[in-house]
RNA sequence: GGUGCCGUGGCCGAGUGGCGAGGCGCAGGACUGCAAAUCCUGUCACACCGGUUCGAUUCCGGUCGGCACCUCCA
């Protein structure tokens, strides 16, 4: 398998730390404000990794964090007349739920930066120890950059390079401009923990390093996050922890592409962003999932309704193969089939290419099926695939629909049923009376009733078959 | 200014030194009471200019265009 490692810039061979295992830290949000379409592209990419990990025989142990003390969270908390943490929960719940609205497994970890004060302190204090870092008079705490020779070697920057862009803002007191703080002095009202520097918060960089370690130990195998965070973020990081621990902190530096909006980035600070939770909302789940993954996790994609509404028609396709079989299929997937999904996969997983294949089983198990052969092999494919790209779906509930269905039933005459399944059954039997004796006008009316609250009914050659929406 | 990525058919989007990935859309056909779903066929593309090569969309050089990072950001 290759992946294309940010560190060297080039895809390698990946060799996990330790045969069969396969440790991944991803950076999650800062919660701050509610999700948009990036975050979600973000989840998807790295969910997506760790399942196809895992349907390879990896054993993976997925940490994302959460950080919930921020300068960004505290500014919004104020503007908003709320307490910094009730920001933080509010927001890590609409998170949480545009999450699992998308199909994305909750971690086997997920830890927030305010319940790892103290390793982060520890880590500060090695530093210090080390020279790696200096307590400045106002109370803060910096890394001493040019203390660390390979400082760059991630992002391909040379220190010299970043003198221009480097600043130091009012209230700082950094020996060298291109410092970054690691722990920052509470100003009146702003939440604080105790240190050995007096009351104060984490620096945003310090978090990943003390909490990657805690849970994954040095020299972990993946670690993930937007290309916006390799500088200076991930750089920053791997200083921080190889200044204190030694290289290497993470071996395989993944950074999935940006989602822009009309050609340009969607990012919550120029206001250009689509809101996820309001698109959740408007379009289904697994259309929104499955437009990430038709680009390559690198790339750039641009975002458009277009697009989405175009994903949704592909999806549907999907769909209406698999309601061609009911049930489990007892028979495993042709296994050159899941050799050609492997290929695509195993090269940087481009998920891309690997819906060629997905789309090319429906082709054939359609042609099959129309052709009156046997096609559980190719569902049994389609499964497999769906579901290490986390597009599979559980059956649909009837259950909020129940009262329009026996309503209607009601006015048919029709008994309803304990399962509102049941109730749509003894319709699609009516209808199918009034077909068998020719009465078109009858059968007409009782599908456009069907339609009419959600379950669409077709007429194939087999049978009639119904599903909602 | 520095660093890096990218320009593929109506739209989206993989990939390859020589054989039309795939999806959406559109057109025609088959099936069908109608509709839907499905199948078949068509829609033969690789920004531009040079170079290497028997042959380049694919490699090299240049031009033009777009984007990202260099500040918080998935």
């Known amino acids: 398998m290759r992946v294309f490692n940010s560190l060297g810039r080039e895809l390698q061979e990946f060799v996990p730390r330790q045969a069969g295992q396969v440790s991944m830290y991803v950076c999650g949000p800062t919660v701050q404000s509610s999700p948009h379409i990036g975050h979600g592209r973000s989840a998807v990419a790295f969910d997506v990794i760790g399942r196809y990990l895992e349907w390879s025989g990896y054993d993976v142990t997925y940490v994302v964090n959460i950080t919930d003390v921020e300068d960004k969270i505290i500014a919004a908390a104020a503007e908003r007349g709320l307490t910094p ?21 909750r971690p086997d970890i997920e830890p927030r930066a305010t319940e790892h004060i103290a390793e982060m302190i520890g880590l500060i204090e090695k530093l210090i120890a080390g020279g790696h870092a200096y307590a400045a008079d106002n109370g803060d705490v910096y890394f001493r950059v040019r203390s660390f020779a390979d400082y760059g070697r991630l992002s391909g920057r040379k220190i010299d390079d970043l003198i221009s862009g480097a600043r130091i803002e009012p209230g700082e007191d950094k020996e060298d401009p291109l410092d970054f703080a690691l722990w920052k002095a509470a100003k009146p009202g702003e939440p604080r923990w105790e240190s050995p520097w007096g009351p104060g918060r984490p620096g945003w960089h310090i978090e990943c390093s003390a909490m990657a370690r805690r849970y994954l130990g040095d020299g972990f195998d993946i670690h993930g996050g ?19 621990h030694g290289p290497p902190f993470a071996r395989y530096w993944l950074h999935n592409g940006m989602v822009n909006l009309g050609g340009q980035k969607m990012a919550k ?28 996790y690198r790339r750039p994609v641009d975002f458009t309704t277009e697009a989405l509404e175009d994903a949704g028609a592909s999806l549907e396709r999907l769909r209406s193969f698999r309601r061609r079989f009911s049930g489990e299929p007892e028979i495993d ?72 269905i026996d309503s209607l039933a009601g006015s048919l005459d029709v008994a309803a049923a304990e399962d509102p399944a049941a109730t749509v059954e003894r319709i699609v039997e009516l209808r199918d009376r009034a077909r068998t004796e020719e009465d078109w006008a009858r059968s007409d009316e009782l599908r456009d009733a069907l339609t009419h609250i959600g379950i669409i009914v077709e007429d194939a050659a087999g049978g009639t078959r119904w599903h909602r929406q």
């Open 85 to 105: 943490e009730r920001v933080a929960a509010e927001t890590s719940a609409q998170f949480r739920s545009a999450y699992d609205a998308l199909n994305i497994r």
């Open 226 to 244: 937007g290309t916006d965070l390799v500088f200076p973020h991930h750089e920053n990081e791997v200083a921080q922890s190889e200044a204190a």
């Open 269 to 296: 600070s120029t206001g250009r962003i689509v809101d996820l939770l309001g698109a959740l909302d408007e379009y289904p789940p697994m259309a929104i999932r499955l437009f990430y993954l038709r680009t390559h």
């Open 333 to 404: 997937a042709a296994p050159e089939v899941l050799d050609r999904f492997r290929a695509f996969m195993e090269d940087d997983f481009d998920t891309a290419g690997a819906l060629s294949v997905l789309f090319e089983v429906v082709r054939e198990g359609n042609a099959r099926l129309d052709a009156g052969q046997d096609a559980e092999e190719w569902v049994a494919a389609y499964d497999d695939i769906m579901g290490v790209l986390g597009l599979a779906e559980p059956e649909d509930s009837l259950d909020d629909l129940r009262a329009a």
